[in-house]
């Protein structure tokens, strides 16, 4: 695993699950189908997802118009990116000029937004656009701010991701009307992955995040409106399980890189018509989700 990694760093990142979601799809028989994530961001199960030819096509979809202009930057203009990448100055100034150019948003220059927002990703302390830089504004930190910039890697990433554009679809709409009417027209071969940004601490993680009000509505949009088959993860708090009470659910860990290393517990909840792998299969699974616990799965009526 982790031959097909997505450009971006992302705060709890899903990678390491992809091969629980592999089995998803082989469980519910979703062969050459869609796959969707409302909540895109690094999108890190989704590339691996199609670049190891286990979905067709892939459905990203981000809010945040500075991830929109990522994704947009690498899928459309991939040979310019490529060559900002190894263009790039890795120096605090240069970081300066391109933190200002992610606060200004600027809807009109995608590339360079794009291009910026994927600058601090890979400099900045656990790819946080709003965080400082790796080994601070001197520099005399353990590791610098090109500790996660390895130009001929993440220019391998992007170009074959490039290769694949006509099998991404690319939007920038609100979620909840992202699953009502953009979601809803997909067939049924489809499996949802949603990835909403995090109860407790979205608002130190993230540009665009929710306030309690907003993940309560978002519960009751896919639990609703959501007619295809969905998995969702979230952390693992009573509020959550709360607006899911009624939908199975397991709890496992994942280990982050958000400021500092820890490990969190989350919980991943099923959509009712999502079928689960076998017992033998998810024991394999097991091992790249670090603790998936079978014996936590609670199923209610």
């Not at 592999?22 to 028989?29: D, G, M, P, R, T």
């Not at 310019?80 to 009109?108: G, N, P």
């Not at 909840?269 to 091992?287: R, T």
Request: charged share 25%; aromatic share 12%.
């Amino acid at each position: 695993m982790g031959k097909y990694r997505t450009p971006l760093r992302y705060p709890g990142g899903k990678q390491r699950l992809t091969p629980f979601i592999e089995e998803i799809l082989a469980s519910n028989k979703i062969t050459n189908g869609n796959y969707v994530e409302p909540f895109a961001g690094g999108a890190g199960v989704a590339i691996q997802l199609l670049l190891s030819g286990k979905v067709d096509l892939i459905h990203l979809n981000d809010s945040d118009y500075r991830i929109y202009a990522f994704w947009y930057s690498i899928l459309n203009k991939a040979e310019e990116f490529c060559h900002l990448i190894r263009t790039a100055s890795l120096t605090i100034d240069e970081w300066r000029k391109q933190r200002d150019i992610v606060k200004k948003c600027d809807r009109r220059k995608l590339l360079s937004l794009g291009f910026s927002v994927f600058y601090l990703n890979r400099c900045n302390r656990s790819g946080i656009l709003s965080g400082g830089v790796i080994g601070g504004n001197d520099q005399k930190g353990n590791y610098k701010m090109d500790a996660r910039f390895s130009r001929n890697d993440l220019i391998r990433r992007i170009e074959a991701i490039a290769l694949v554009r006509d099998k991404v679809s690319l939007t920038q709409f609100d979620a909840e009307y992202y699953i009502r009417h953009y979601v809803a027209a997909l067939p049924k071969n489809t499996l949802v992955y949603l990835d909403p940004p995090y109860y407790e601490k979205g608002s130190k993680l993230y540009h665009n995040f929710y306030g309690k009000t907003d993940h309560a509505r978002l519960a009751q949009v896919i639990q609703s409106s959501l007619k295809h088959k969905w998995i969702l993860s979230y952390d693992c708090v009573p509020e959550v399980l709360g607006f899911y009470q009624k939908r199975r659910h397991f709890f496992y860990g994942l280990q982050y890189n958000a400021s500092s290393v820890y490990k969190g517990r989350e919980v991943f909840i099923l959509g009712d018509s999502v079928k689960l792998p076998s017992e033998s299969s998810l024991d394999h699974v097991n091992k790249g989700i670090q603790a998936y616990t079978r014996k936590s799965l609670t199923s209610r009526a």
